[in-house]
C-alpha cells in the first residue's frame, strides 16, 4: 500500500527532475542552435534527444500535476488518450540513445564514411527508424485500448 509519505516522494522526484532536465535540456538545444561548432552530426543528434527527453518530462511533469490536483481518478479512455503521447516519444528517446552510441561507433571505426556523408541525410536515415518504432508503439496500443473500450 502506497502511503502519504511516498506519494510525496514521488511528488518531489517528479517536479524536481522535469524542473532540472527541462533546464539542462534547454541549455543543450540552445547551445546547439547558437554555436555552429556545435552542430555537426553527434551534436545535432543529441540535440534531438534533448528534444524527445523534454517531452517524456513534460509527460511526468503532467503526472506531477495530475497527482498534486488529486486527478488520478479518470475514465479508462481519458487516462490513455492523456498518455499516448509518452507511449510515442518514450520509444524514439530510447531509440535515440541508441543512435548516439552507434554514431560514436561510426565514427570512430568508419571515419571516412562518417566525414563524407551529408549531414542531413545521415541524420535522417538515423532517425527515421526511431520515428517508425513510435508510430509501430501508439499503433499497438490504439488497436489495444480498442478491444478494452469495446469490453467495458
Same mark, same amino acid.
Given at each position: 500500500m502506497t502511503t502519504s509519505t511516498d506519494l510525496e516522494i514521488i511528488r518531489t522526484c517528479l517536479l524536481f527532475f522535469a524542473i532540472v532536465g527541462t533546464f539542462g535540456?534547454?541549455?543543450?538545444?540552445?547551445?546547439?542552435y547558437q554555436n555552429r561548432s556545435l552542430r555537426h552530426k553527434c551534436g545535432i543528434l543529441l540535440a534531438i534527444l534533448a528534444t524527445c527527453d523534454t517531452f517524456c518530462l513534460l509527460n511526468e511533469?503532467?503526472?506531477?500535476?495530475?497527482?498534486?490536483?488529486?486527478?488520478?481518478?479518470?475514465?479508462l479512455r481519458a487516462c490513455f488518450w492523456a498518455n499516448i503521447s509518452y507511449v510515442f516519444i518514450e520509444p524514439i528517446e530510447v531509440y535515440?540513445?541508441?543512435?548516439?552510441?552507434?554514431?560514436?561507433?561510426?565514427?570512430?571505426?568508419?571515419v571516412v564514411f562518417h566525414r563524407k556523408i551529408r549531414h542531413?541525410?545521415?541524420?535522417? =536515415?538515423?532517425?527515421?527508424?526511431?520515428?517508425? =518504432?513510435?508510430?509501430?508503439?501508439?499503433?499497438?496500443?490504439?488497436?489495444?485500448?480498442?478491444q478494452i473500450f469495446e469490453l467495458n
Open positions: 535540456n534547454l541549455n543543450i538545444l540552445c547551445a546547439t511533469l503532467q503526472s506531477f500535476i495530475r497527482m498534486t490536483l488529486k486527478l488520478t481518478e479518470s475514465t535515440m540513445i541508441l543512435v548516439m552510441a552507434v554514431d560514436r561507433l561510426i565514427a570512430i571505426n568508419f542531413r541525410r545521415y541524420i535522417a =536515415i538515423m532517425v527515421t527508424p526511431g520515428i517508425a =518504432i513510435g508510430f509501430i508503439f501508439v499503433n499497438e496500443k490504439i488497436k489495444a485500448a480498442i
